[in-house]
């Protein structure tokens, strides 16, 4: 038998012991390493230790979880036969030894050690913005309207989700003939489109046929999307820690829609197989009490009804005014007039030794040019939308109030560096129809399926409120908030205004970075990669960088 090794915590490993580590670090000696073959669990109550211990982490994973009996830990990891159904089965049996550990951390943050992956298939686009609403430690990813026909049939059925309630109530037919009609649009006018849009812009020399199919497909795709109604059946994936699921399961278990409370119970089960110990609380007591708080704070602002000092709390049809909608579907509520002050502060405090109030003040004394000069030098050269200017930049906040349709909404609600909150999906506020399409002819067909369908909104609505939101189409305007601070501001409008983006949102886009220009023409200048042009085939550069990099990586095969 060879000499003990050492880590670099003074820890003495036999070479027995050695084997029994080597399978589940990246290294036996390094400071730096990683975990590998081990349940997400293991790995979360191991990492909670570093809190509570001196030991190093070879040290603490080999004596109290693969050296401790009570853990499990032969069952759970021990060999190709402990998987699936008798992984679980083992973590279930130690449940209580890593429920000890676990809150022995003391803090709920824990549950952010444990990660999962979770797909959820055939859920509505409704059921998809609520789980896509999660912001820290949820990252998913649906299925594209863009590159994704959403016409296909299953068992002759347009795939769009019943409503329960719905298809309980009177309505039932005539729900299924409005949302019928809208697929029945969608499906007639595809191909008529994608003929449009060729036309409209033909293929040059330089561009592949791959390339331009794909640009024009994706164009006709856009163009068509305002067709699709909320009940639209897609799919999303879900990656992210067992704090963030457990908030996000108890939201969904709050909610008055009731596809949301059983996706969160099945979920919860999918779960349960990968991250029970993070996940139970959703379900729990305290998870119930905290629903039960997420459902009263709704319930009673929404009970306060026609006392609502003039303002609509409820239907999601009653239309309010014939053209509501104003010239721009951004509107600029709130700005810091101090901001470019305030800015110019948080950028110099760093680099020196005075408290806030005291920089501030100094700063408070500069020329202008002497302000602009130190954001020019703050914000440098910047080569790409990548370089962002840093935390200084989250002093100054906006909040603007967007009026546009749902598609755009569905679209910008993705980003979670910022406070965003909408109104209900409504037919109130209007529709926009393509000009691609009025421009070819189409649009009666269009018109005629969003308007069957708005009549159907309007009569389920009087019924049944909340799930008559599953009859809006996209093409119809939704309203929400969105706050934001100015270095997410840069990293939104310079991604959503570029070229390939739908135009509904790049014009959200551009006018935001118009709006912040207005009031803060210092603080905007560095946002370079706002793209203000109009492009009659958003994906066309996209699909040509694409072949570049196909052939690329073709030549470098061969
Ligand atoms: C051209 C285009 C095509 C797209 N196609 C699809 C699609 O087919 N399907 C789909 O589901 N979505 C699609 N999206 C949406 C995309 O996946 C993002 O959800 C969306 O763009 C939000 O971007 P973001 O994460 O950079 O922004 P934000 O959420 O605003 O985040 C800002 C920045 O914070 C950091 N950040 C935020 N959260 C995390 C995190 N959890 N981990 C690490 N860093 C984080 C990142 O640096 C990020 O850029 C598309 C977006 C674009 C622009």
Same mark, same amino acid.
């Given at each position: 038998? *060879?000499?003990?090794?050492?880590?670099?915590?003074?820890?003495?490993? @036999?070479?027995?012991?050695?084997?029994?580590?080597?399978?589940?670090?990246? +290294?036996?000696?390094?400071?730096?390493?990683?975990?590998? /073959?081990?349940?997400?669990?293991?790995?979360?109550?191991?990492?909670?230790?570093?809190?509570?211990?001196?030991?190093?982490?070879?040290?603490?994973?080999?004596?109290?979880?693969?050296?401790?009996?009570?853990?499990?830990?032969?069952?759970?990891?021990?060999?190709?036969?402990?998987?699936?159904?008798?992984? !679980?089965?083992?973590?279930?049996?130690?449940? &209580?030894?890593?429920?000890?550990?676990?809150?022995?951390?003391?803090?709920?943050?824990?549950?952010?050690?444990?990660?999962?992956?979770?797909?959820?298939?055939?859920?509505? /686009?409704?059921?998809?913005?609520?789980?896509?609403?999660?912001?820290?430690?949820?990252?998913? !990813?649906?299925?594209?309207?863009?590159?994704?026909?959403?016409?296909?049939?299953?068992?002759?059925?347009?795939?769009?989700?019943?409503?329960?309630?719905?298809?309980?109530?009177?309505?039932?037919?005539?729900?299924?003939?409005?949302?019928?009609? #809208?697929?029945?649009?969608?499906?007639?006018?595809?191909?008529?489109?994608?003929?449009?849009?060729?036309?409209?812009?033909?293929?040059?020399?330089?561009? %592949?046929?791959?390339?331009?199919?794909?640009? *024009?497909?994706?164009?006709?795709?856009?163009?068509?999307?305002?067709?699709?109604?909320?009940?639209?059946? *897609?799919?999303?994936?879900?990656?992210? /820690?067992?704090?963030?699921?457990?908030?996000?399961? *108890?939201?969904?278990?709050? %909610?008055?829609?009731?596809?949301?409370?059983?996706?969160?119970?099945?979920?919860?089960?999918?779960?349960?197989?990968?991250?029970?110990?993070?996940?139970?609380?959703?379900?729990?007591?305290?998870?119930?009490?905290?629903?039960?708080?997420?459902?009263?704070?709704?319930?009673?602002?929404?009970?306060?009804?026609?006392?609502?000092?003039?303002?609509?709390?409820?239907?999601?049809?009653?239309?309010?005014?014939? /053209?509501?909608?104003? &010239? %721009?579907?951004? @509107?600029?509520?709130?700005?810091?007039?101090?901001?470019?002050?305030?800015?110019?502060?948080?950028?110099?405090?760093?680099? @020196?030794?005075?408290?806030?109030?005291?920089?501030?003040?100094?700063?408070?004394?500069?020329?202008?040019?002497?302000?602009?000069?130190?954001?020019?030098?703050?914000?440098?050269?910047?080569?790409?939308?990548?370089?962002?200017?840093?935390?200084?930049?989250?002093?100054?906040?906006? @909040?603007?109030?967007?009026?546009?349709?749902?598609?755009?909404?569905?679209?910008?609600?993705?980003?979670?560096?910022?406070?965003?909150?909408?109104?209900?999906?409504?037919?109130?506020?209007?529709?926009?129809?393509?000009?691609?399409?009025?421009?070819?002819?189409?649009?009666?067909?269009?018109?005629?399926?969003?308007?069957?369908?708005?009549?159907?909104?309007?009569?389920?609505?009087?019924?049944?409120?909340?799930?008559?939101?599953?009859?809006?189409?996209?093409?119809?305007?939704?309203?929400?908030?969105?706050? #934001?601070?100015?270095?997410?501001?840069?990293?939104?409008?310079?991604?959503?205004?570029?070229?390939?983006?739908?135009?509904?949102?790049?014009?959200?886009?551009?006018?935001?970075?118009?709006?912040?220009?207005?009031?803060?023409?210092?603080?905007?200048?560095?946002?370079?990669?706002? +793209?203000?042009?109009?492009?009659?085939?958003?994906?066309?550069?996209?699909?040509?960088?694409?072949?570049?990099?196909?052939?690329?990586?073709?030549?470098?095969?061969?």
């Amino acid at each position: 038998m *060879t000499a003990p090794t050492t880590d670099p915590w003074g820890d003495r490993f @036999t070479d027995d012991e050695r084997a029994l580590l080597a399978p589940f670090v990246t +290294d036996m000696d390094a400071p730096i390493f990683g975990l590998r /073959n081990l349940p997400e669990v293991v790995k979360g109550a191991l990492f909670s230790r570093y809190s509570r211990t001196d030991k190093s982490l070879r040290r603490i994973l080999l004596d109290e979880f693969i050296q401790a009996p009570e853990s499990g830990f032969a069952a759970i990891v021990g060999g190709a036969a402990a998987t699936g159904v008798e992984q !679980l089965v083992a973590v279930r049996q130690a449940e &209580a030894f890593y429920e000890r550990v676990l809150v022995g951390y003391g803090d709920d943050s824990v549950a952010e050690l444990g990660g999962a992956h979770v797909a959820c298939e055939s859920i509505s /686009n409704i059921a998809a913005k609520a789980l896509e609403d999660s912001r820290l430690g949820i990252s998913p !990813l649906e299925k594209s309207t863009r590159y994704v026909v959403f016409n296909r049939k299953l068992d002759g059925r347009y795939r769009y989700a019943r409503e329960p309630q719905i298809m309980a109530s009177r309505h039932a037919e005539r729900y299924q003939a409005a949302l019928d009609g #809208l697929f029945d649009a969608y499906s007639a006018l595809l191909e008529p489109t994608i003929a449009a849009v060729r036309a409209r812009t033909p293929r040059d020399a330089g561009t %592949s046929e791959r390339a331009y199919n794909s640009a *024009t497909r994706a164009k006709a795709c856009d163009v068509l999307r305002g067709l699709l109604p909320m009940a639209t059946l *897609t799919n999303v994936g879900l990656f992210g /820690n067992g704090r963030a699921f457990e908030y996000l399961l *108890t939201r969904l278990y709050a %909610s008055p829609l009731a596809e949301l409370p059983a996706l969160a119970a099945d979920m919860q089960i999918a779960l349960d197989a990968l991250i029970p110990s993070f996940v139970k609380r959703a379900a729990s007591e305290r998870g119930r009490a905290q629903q039960a708080y997420l459902r009263g704070m709704r319930e009673r602002v929404a009970a306060l009804g026609d006392r609502s000092w003039g303002m609509r709390v409820g239907s999601p049809s009653a239309p309010l005014s014939p /053209n509501p909608h104003p &010239a %721009s579907p951004v @509107t600029l509520v709130e700005y810091d007039r101090d901001a470019e002050a305030k800015t110019v502060a948080a950028i110099l405090y760093p680099h @020196t030794d005075l408290p806030l109030e005291q920089v501030r003040a100094l700063v408070g004394g500069l020329a202008a040019e002497e302000r602009l000069a130190i954001i020019r030098a703050y914000v440098g050269e910047r080569g790409s939308r990548f370089q962002r200017p840093g935390r200084a930049f989250e002093e100054p906040y906006y @909040t603007f109030d967007i009026l546009a349709d749902l598609g755009a909404y569905r679209d910008l609600q993705r980003h979670r560096i910022l406070t965003q909150d909408r109104q209900r999906y409504t037919i109130q506020h209007g529709y926009v129809t393509p000009p691609e399409l009025e421009d070819a002819g189409l649009a009666q067909t269009y018109v005629q399926a969003l308007e069957r369908a708005a009549e159907a909104v309007e009569t389920i609505g009087v019924d049944l409120p909340e799930p008559a939101q599953y009859a809006v189409p996209m093409a119809f305007r939704v309203r929400w908030r969105i706050k #934001l601070n100015l270095r997410a501001a840069y990293h939104m409008a310079e991604l959503r205004s570029a070229p390939q983006g739908h135009p509904s949102y790049r014009r959200i886009a551009q006018a935001i970075y118009e709006r912040i220009r207005a009031v803060h023409p210092a603080l905007a200048e560095g946002m370079r990669f706002v +793209d203000m042009a109009d492009y009659e085939l958003e994906r066309l550069d996209a699909e040509r960088r694409l072949d570049a990099k196909l052939s690329r990586a073709s030549t470098s095969e061969g």
